[in-house]
């Protein structure tokens, strides 16, 4: 399934699999076949080991699948080299964590700077693409302050940010609102909705809420290492526009 008919997948995963060895073997993935095209928004659900981590680490190119093709527009991943796969994580992958992983000693300014300055960025770009960054997500008034000076909110902009600044093509985020109160996360994804409808940037989140998963266009459940349900949201919530439904609710929608 594909929300950009007609277009290349942006990434395509044939027959992946991933198996941790050890005394007793643990399958992370089996037999996934995925295509995310240009554009997509989605949400990866699951229980707790059902391949959610392994597959945003396949994804991103953290780690390497044991069978089968993953193509990162058009190019297979799994004949790559170290140093290429930490371009592309560089390069073409922005990433974003559920504990902002944010420098605790730098300013929200030097933390945007980071990726840049690995990728060979001058300093004069460097500063200008991370305050570009940071104003894009609201804290043009916040580049100077340390993360201690800032709301769990506010350090998941700065890490949005951050995942901006070298033009990804695709970003990765990990429970990006699982440490956030309920009004930051609706204000998180509001942001990523931004920058998927009109930076037109792939954006694929893991999250255990279906509420957020509602704010998506596509959903993808895991179980035992494998797609299980992969399908369009059929009326995606635009952030701030609905009040929470009760848990009720979402547990009932959650297995429609």
């Known amino acids: 399934m594909g929300s950009a008919a007609g277009s290349e997948p942006l990434l ?5 699999g991933k198996v941790y060895e050890g005394e007793q073997p643990v399958v992370g993935l089996e037999d996934v076949d995925l295509d995310i095209f240009p554009g997509d928004f989605l949400a990866v659900m699951g229980p707790s080991g059902s391949g959610k981590s392994t597959l945003m680490n396949l994804l991103g190119c953290l780690d390497q699948p044991d069978a089968g093709s993953y193509l990162l527009d058009g190019e297979e991943v799994g004949q790559l080299g170290d140093d290429q796969l930490a371009g592309i994580r560089n390069q073409r992958i922005g990433f974003i964590f559920q504990t902002f992983n944010l420098l605790a000693r730098t300013t929200a300014l030097a ?7 690995y990728g060979g960025v001058l300093p004069g770009e460097r500063r200008e693409r991370a305050r570009k960054a940071l104003a894009k997500v609201g804290l043009a008034d916040r580049m100077d302050h340390h993360p201690n000076e800032l709301s769990g909110g506010q350090q998941q902009r700065v890490a949005i940010a951050r995942a901006l600044v070298n033009e990804p093509a695709i970003i990765l985020a990990d429970e990006p609102t699982g440490n956030l109160d309920s009004k930051s996360g609706i204000e998180i994804m509001g942001i990523l ?7 037109g940037i792939t954006v694929l989140i893991v999250t255990h809420d279906p509420f957020i998963a509602r704010h998506t266009q596509r959903v993808i459940r895991l179980q035992d290492g494998r797609i299980v349900v992969d399908e369009a949201v059929a009326h995606p919530l635009r952030a701030g526009e609905t009040e929470r439904p009760s848990e009720v609710s979402l547990e009932e929608e959650a297995r429609t």
């Open 12 to 16: 395509r995963l044939r027959g992946v």
């Open 111 to 117: 933390n945007c700077e980071l990726p840049m300055l």
């Open 193 to 199: 909705q931004s920058l998927n409808r009109e930076a």
